[in-house]
Each structure stands twice: as structure tokens, then as C-alpha cells.
């Protein structure tokens, strides 16, 4: 009996810990958050990125299709990278937000199969969330980047790997610009359709 009362008096305590630090220390709580969120999405998008490499090389294809990843599963993947940033675990189900390979850094969520991918990438949130704007602002600093770059009247990042803030797309998504991590898996000089 008193095993369970000192195992409840831990709990309690450890939640006191916590949510005691979360307000005392604030800025730096939040800073370690959007740390830990940018390496682990970086991380998901870079396994993307290198299984559909490995995937062109095996099948001997030059190209990959602007869609999810789960074409990747399980062959070259275990399970279709996932997004761990806040917006996209707290809509598990919904496309937009899953990492996916795209032809443009408009991050629709939606399978393009007759364009070819020039970008692994997954959407953090919109450009008016502060957390996004954290998560994305901590991936730029990782890459050596002060700023965010904003590509929705560019269309393509001028680095091959960090975060942007791209177009919106009304019609699909939503007409706020949108924060995207991303990874280059294609020349810059690759066409948008894939061969026949």
C-alpha cells in the first residue's frame, strides 16, 4: 500500500515539476520545443528524401512522383514518414500535412502523379501561427539562416534543404501563406512532367 501512495506522490510530483518549469522558464521551454520539433521533422523529410533516392537507384527510374510516401512503404521505407510538428498531429488523418514529395512549394497535400517531384517537404502551419513561425525560424537556423525565405512570388527556395514561407493556394489549401520544410531531390533543372 504505502508502494502505491509514494508512486502517486512521484507522479504528482513530477507533473508539479513540470508544468512549474514550463512557467518559469517559458521562452526556453518553448525554444527546446520548437528545437526538438524542427530536428524531428527534418529528420522524417531527409529519410524521405533518401529512400526515394534509393529507390531511383534500385529501379534504375530518374524521377520521383510528386505524391505521399507511401509508395515507398515497405520496401524502402518501414512505415510512410510522418510530420511530428503540432498542426499535423493534431490532424492525423488529413493529407495537407503529411510529408510528402511535391513539384512546387506550394504545400497542397494533394497527389500530383503526372508531375515529377523537385521537393521533399512537409507544411508546419500557417505564416500567422507563432509556433510554426518557431519551428520554421529554428530549421534556418540550423542551415546557417538568419531569415526565413519567402518564396510564394519565386516559387523555389534558393538553398537545397531549410524551411520557407510559400504561396497559399485558395482554392485547395488556404489563403494564408504557409511555412514548408523542405529538401531538394531533384536538379534545378528538372523538367516538371515526368516521362511517358
Known amino acids: 500500500m504505502s508502494n502505491v501512495l509514494i508512486g502517486i506522490i512521484g507522479v504528482i510530483l513530477f507533473i508539479g515539476l513540470a508544468l512549474a518549469g514550463a512557467l518559469f522558464l517559458g521562452d526556453d521551454f518553448q525554444s527546446a520545443t520548437s528545437s526538438s520539433q524542427a ?4 529528420s ?9 533516392e534509393m529507390r531511383r537507384l534500385k529501379l ?4 520521383i512522383p510528386s505524391t505521399g510516401t507511401q509508395f515507398l512503404v515497405p520496401r524502402f521505407l518501414k512505415i510512410a514518414a510522418m ?5 499535423a498531429t493534431a490532424n492525423p488523418g488529413d493529407p495537407r500535412w503529411a510529408v510528402s514529395f511535391n513539384n512546387n512549394m506550394v504545400a497542397d497535400g494533394y497527389d500530383e502523379p503526372f508531375y515529377a517531384a523537385k521537393y521533399a517537404q512537409a507544411v508546419i502551419g500557417p505564416q500567422d501561427d507563432e509556433r510554426s513561425r518557431r519551428v520554421c525560424q529554428e530549421i534556418e537556423q540550423t542551415y546557417g539562416r538568419q ?7 519565386t516559387g523555389d527556395p534558393t538553398g537545397d534543404a531549410g524551411c520557407a514561407l510559400t504561396g497559399s493556394d485558395p482554392v485547395r489549401f488556404s489563403a494564408v501563406k504557409q ?14 512532367l515526368l516521362p511517358a
Open 60 to 63: 534504375g527510374v530518374s524521377t
Open 44 to 52: 522524417q523529410i531527409k529519410q524521405a528524401a533518401d529512400a526515394a
Open 39 to 42: 530536428a524531428a521533422l527534418m
Open 179 to 192: 511555412y514548408v520544410a523542405y529538401i531538394r531531390v531533384a536538379p534545378r533543372t528538372q523538367n516538371f
Open 83 to 87: 510530420n511530428p510538428t503540432r498542426n
Open 147 to 153: 531569415t526565413v525565405e519567402d518564396v510564394s512570388s
